[in-house]
């Protein structure tokens, strides 16, 4: 099983009040809340906590896109890869991803990932989301009816514009292009891994199994709300005889580990607390624009009790002042544990989910430096054993960065200051 | 409230469109606001009493498809001229609310012979950011009606699930015809109306609730500013964004008296 770290670099002093004066953490948030001086700070912490984990052994880092959002700090996750992909060199760099539809020319996407795979010597993985209606259609302005259909198109033409050895036109219906010739090109071939970071569409599941990409549910409720989701995808695949193998799924769990249960409590609370009653403070008016949800994804979910009561169970909460820490980890939002404990469990889950792609949010809310490297130390030298082994006696990993051996690879020089 | 006559037109793009049809006399075209019409309106009643009423269904409202093959203007408006030719609507008065009154004036500015005369029910179009439009595709649910009606009884009344419609599909024929009027709009509305409003020759009626909270109504005299023709500017007092549905009677009588 691969086990990565990824981090949402969620903004880490939003006042204590904040669910109840301001209406949306993300796309009208108060500017007046971020200060620059403290967002230095937050930032080389996150680095050094992303580049820490790699240190301690996980399998790679994963960064994702957000946009005019306090809880996440990454309008271009590709910057903050370029850094990862000269201080870290092992990890796979897992980008989730590059909104394609709101990148013009998408080619962009295509040549900063190609940089990012040849910088790091070809251990890219590139991440294509949608986006969130709060990212794409209220802060970068795409039209909700367009969105799915210009994804598609940049899709084709970035990964057209990665295999295609000659200069091409592209007479798309969204973008025209005389002369595509991307430069640099990727290190893998054809392509680095893509992976599919989605909701619950079955579309979503069909078009990830037609294109043999990697289907992964970045829940932030859970495995328990997980696993509906994921049994979807699974007997979607069975249904159009895909093989069951678990690489083809990943899924992002929080995750607090402590010598004790009951230390653990005591340490998770406040950023469990932070995250699930700030960071998710979306107002609806931004969750639901007309047309970014296909009509069959609303037959479906207008029939799907669980989303429903999920979404409606999140909206009521965040009214208030959030939910309580023991709620959060009743209903599995976090794992929290001993190290055995939480082995237990992510085992547990990893099972009855498939998956084989295992995304940590070791560090969530407010979390420091100190206790998120504490948290990842214990996950990684106690955790991370009893886990590694999963599926992998029976499968292989199709979906994983091939990166050049290490005799081939380039020699970063030490500690450059100036 | 009378029926209206249903009949189904081919249309390039998006198949079969609905065309509803009532009363006699000089022809008038109507076109539909912010959901379209999933029903027959009081308005167009009053309005069929004087006049033949005809109101075919724009892309993707109640009654017709095919909006999302439509990417820019160019796209629809040749859609609504070959949907006002095989509705046999061409050349005759025209009529818009709210979304409607858009494609209604892009129409009058394109194609001058397809309009005679022109009337606008608070159209989307121009965007002033000292005083905006107001963002009718990020409200919360219990913000919808009142935003888009003075009395939120009307929308609700008018948008209410037919007795034997199935409600998922109901709703996935709501979320239809909101997903078109944001096809088209998103996310403010403006297409570049100003540079075509002087193409305009159409005598033009400028209908505006008093109340209206998506469009304000001093966005009359910003339209009538830029108009070519001849234009005349009515205020209906109480009535919100889909005049029409508040304030049937008033909005049809202004209409019926400009356009005679």
């Given at each position: 099983m691969k086990l990565l770290w990824f981090h949402l670099m969620p903004y880490t002093r939003l006042p204590e009040d904040f669910a109840e004066r301001h209406p949306s953490v993300w796309v009208d948030i108060?500017?007046?809340l971020f200060d620059p001086a403290l967002a230095h700070g937050m930032y080389n912490e996150f680095m050094d906590e992303l580049e820490h984990a790699a240190e301690v052994g996980f399998d790679g880092v994963c960064v994702n896109e957000h946009h005019q959002n306090a809880y996440g700090l990454m309008p271009s996750p590709n910057l903050i890869a370029a850094s990862l992909a000269r201080r870290t060199r092992d990890a796979a760099l897992v980008v989730m991803g590059n909104s394609l539809a709101l990148y013009n020319p998408p080619v962009r996407v295509a040549e900063e990932m190609a940089m990012l795979d040849c910088i790091s010597g070809g251990r890219l993985v590139a991440g294509f989301p949608v986006g969130t209606p709060m990212d794409t259609c209220f802060a970068y302005g795409q039209n909700p009816s367009q969105l799915r259909q210009r994804y598609h198109e940049a899709h084709d033409l970035i990964v057209k514009a990665w295999t295609e050895p000659s200069p091409f036109a592209w007479n798309g219906r969204f973008h025209k292009l005389r002369y595509v010739n991307v430069w640099p090109r990727p290190l893998q071939k054809p392509h680095p891994p893509i992976w599919i970071p989605g909701g619950g569409s079955v579309e979503t599941w069909r078009w990830c199994a037609e294109r043999d990409y990697v289907y992964s549910y970045l829940s932030y409720f859970g495995y328990k709300l997980g696993k509906a989701t994921m049994q979807g995808f699974w007997q979607e695949m069975a249904r159009l005889g895909k093989e069951p193998n678990p690489y083809r799924a990943g899924f992002l769990q929080f995750v607090g580990v402590a010598e004790t249960r009951a230390e653990a409590m005591e340490l998770y609370r406040g950023p469990a607390e932070y995250f699930y009653g700030r960071c998710l403070h979306v107002d609806a008016r931004y969750a639901a624009p007309p047309g970014?949800?296909?009509?069959?994804?609303?037959?479906?979910?207008?029939?799907?009790?669980?989303?429903?009561?999920?979404?409606?169970?999140?909206?009521?909460?965040?009214?208030?002042?959030?939910?309580?820490?023991?709620?959060?980890?009743?209903?599995?939002?976090?794992?929290?544990?001993?190290p055995d404990e939480v082995a237990d469990q992510l085992r547990q889950v990893?099972?009855?989910?498939?998956?084989?792609?295992?995304?940590?949010?070791?560090?969530?809310?407010?979390m420091d430096r100190q206790l998120t490297m504490h948290n990842s130390e214990l996950f990684a030298k106690r955790v991370m054993p009893q886990l590694r082994g999963l599926w992998d006696d029976q499968w292989e990993n199709h979906w994983w960065p091939r990166p050049l051996p290490p005799p081939l690879r380039a020699a970063v020089r030490e500690r450059a200051r100036a | 409230m009378r029926v209206p006559d249903e009949r189904k037109v081919r249309v390039p793009r998006g198949g079969e469109a609905r065309v509803w049809e009532l009363g006699t006399g000089a022809p008038l075209c109507f076109?539909?606001?912010?959901?379209?019409?999933?029903?027959?309106?009081?308005?167009?009643?009053?309005?069929?009493?004087?006049?033949?009423?005809?109101?075919p269904s724009l892309p993707g409202f109640p009654g017709a498809r095919g909006h999302e093959e439509l990417d820019d203007l160019a796209d629809w408006v040749v859609a609504v001229l070959d949907l006002l030719e095989a509705a046999g609507a061409a050349g005759a008065d025209l009529v818009g609310a709210s979304v409607g009154a858009t494609l209604a004036a892009e129409i009058a500015a394109f194609s001058r012979e397809s309009v005679r005369r022109l009337a606008l029910i608070a159209p989307f179009g121009l965007f002033d950011e000292r005083e905006p439009v107001a963002d009718v595709f990020a409200l919360r649910k219990s913000e919808v009606a009142p935003m888009l009606c003075a009395d939120p009884a009307q929308y609700e009344a008018f948008l209410a699930r037919e007795g034997g419609e199935d409600e998922i599909e109901w709703q996935v024929t709501q979320l239809r015809a909101e997903e078109a009027a944001a096809r088209l709009l998103w996310p403010t509305g403006d297409r570049g109306l100003a540079k075509r409003l002087h193409r305009i020759a159409a005598p033009t009626l400028l209908v505006w609730g008093s109340q209206d909270r998506v469009v304000p109504a001093s966005y009359a005299k910003r339209f009538a500013a830029g108009l070519g023709g001849l234009v005349q500017i009515r205020s209906v007092e109480g009535a919100g964004h889909m005049a029409e549905l508040d304030a049937p009677d008033a909005i049809a009588d202004a209409v019926l008296e400009f356009l005679r």
């Amino acid at each position: 099983m691969k086990l990565l770290w990824f981090h949402l670099m969620p903004y880490t002093r939003l006042p204590e009040d904040f669910a109840e004066r301001h209406p949306s953490v993300w796309v009208d948030i108060d500017s007046r809340l971020f200060d620059p001086a403290l967002a230095h700070g937050m930032y080389n912490e996150f680095m050094d906590e992303l580049e820490h984990a790699a240190e301690v052994g996980f399998d790679g880092v994963c960064v994702n896109e957000h946009h005019q959002n306090a809880y996440g700090l990454m309008p271009s996750p590709n910057l903050i890869a370029a850094s990862l992909a000269r201080r870290t060199r092992d990890a796979a760099l897992v980008v989730m991803g590059n909104s394609l539809a709101l990148y013009n020319p998408p080619v962009r996407v295509a040549e900063e990932m190609a940089m990012l795979d040849c910088i790091s010597g070809g251990r890219l993985v590139a991440g294509f989301p949608v986006g969130t209606p709060m990212d794409t259609c209220f802060a970068y302005g795409q039209n909700p009816s367009q969105l799915r259909q210009r994804y598609h198109e940049a899709h084709d033409l970035i990964v057209k514009a990665w295999t295609e050895p000659s200069p091409f036109a592209w007479n798309g219906r969204f973008h025209k292009l005389r002369y595509v010739n991307v430069w640099p090109r990727p290190l893998q071939k054809p392509h680095p891994p893509i992976w599919i970071p989605g909701g619950g569409s079955v579309e979503t599941w069909r078009w990830c199994a037609e294109r043999d990409y990697v289907y992964s549910y970045l829940s932030y409720f859970g495995y328990k709300l997980g696993k509906a989701t994921m049994q979807g995808f699974w007997q979607e695949m069975a249904r159009l005889g895909k093989e069951p193998n678990p690489y083809r799924a990943g899924f992002l769990q929080f995750v607090g580990v402590a010598e004790t249960r009951a230390e653990a409590m005591e340490l998770y609370r406040g950023p469990a607390e932070y995250f699930y009653g700030r960071c998710l403070h979306v107002d609806a008016r931004y969750a639901a624009p007309p047309g970014y949800s296909s009509e069959a994804t609303l037959r479906a979910r207008v029939q799907s009790q669980v989303v429903q009561a999920a979404q409606r169970a999140s909206s009521e909460r965040q009214a208030s002042a959030g939910p309580r820490f023991e709620d959060i980890v009743e209903q599995g939002y976090v794992i929290i544990g001993s190290p055995d404990e939480v082995a237990d469990q992510l085992r547990q889950v990893a099972t009855d989910l498939r998956v084989g792609q295992l995304m940590l949010l070791l560090q969530f809310g407010d979390m420091d430096r100190q206790l998120t490297m504490h948290n990842s130390e214990l996950f990684a030298k106690r955790v991370m054993p009893q886990l590694r082994g999963l599926w992998d006696d029976q499968w292989e990993n199709h979906w994983w960065p091939r990166p050049l051996p290490p005799p081939l690879r380039a020699a970063v020089r030490e500690r450059a200051r100036a | 409230m009378r029926v209206p006559d249903e009949r189904k037109v081919r249309v390039p793009r998006g198949g079969e469109a609905r065309v509803w049809e009532l009363g006699t006399g000089a022809p008038l075209c109507f076109l539909g606001g912010l959901r379209g019409l999933p029903r027959w309106p009081a308005f167009l009643d009053r309005l069929a009493a004087r006049r033949r009423v005809i109101a075919p269904s724009l892309p993707g409202f109640p009654g017709a498809r095919g909006h999302e093959e439509l990417d820019d203007l160019a796209d629809w408006v040749v859609a609504v001229l070959d949907l006002l030719e095989a509705a046999g609507a061409a050349g005759a008065d025209l009529v818009g609310a709210s979304v409607g009154a858009t494609l209604a004036a892009e129409i009058a500015a394109f194609s001058r012979e397809s309009v005679r005369r022109l009337a606008l029910i608070a159209p989307f179009g121009l965007f002033d950011e000292r005083e905006p439009v107001a963002d009718v595709f990020a409200l919360r649910k219990s913000e919808v009606a009142p935003m888009l009606c003075a009395d939120p009884a009307q929308y609700e009344a008018f948008l209410a699930r037919e007795g034997g419609e199935d409600e998922i599909e109901w709703q996935v024929t709501q979320l239809r015809a909101e997903e078109a009027a944001a096809r088209l709009l998103w996310p403010t509305g403006d297409r570049g109306l100003a540079k075509r409003l002087h193409r305009i020759a159409a005598p033009t009626l400028l209908v505006w609730g008093s109340q209206d909270r998506v469009v304000p109504a001093s966005y009359a005299k910003r339209f009538a500013a830029g108009l070519g023709g001849l234009v005349q500017i009515r205020s209906v007092e109480g009535a919100g964004h889909m005049a029409e549905l508040d304030a049937p009677d008033a909005i049809a009588d202004a209409v019926l008296e400009f356009l005679r």
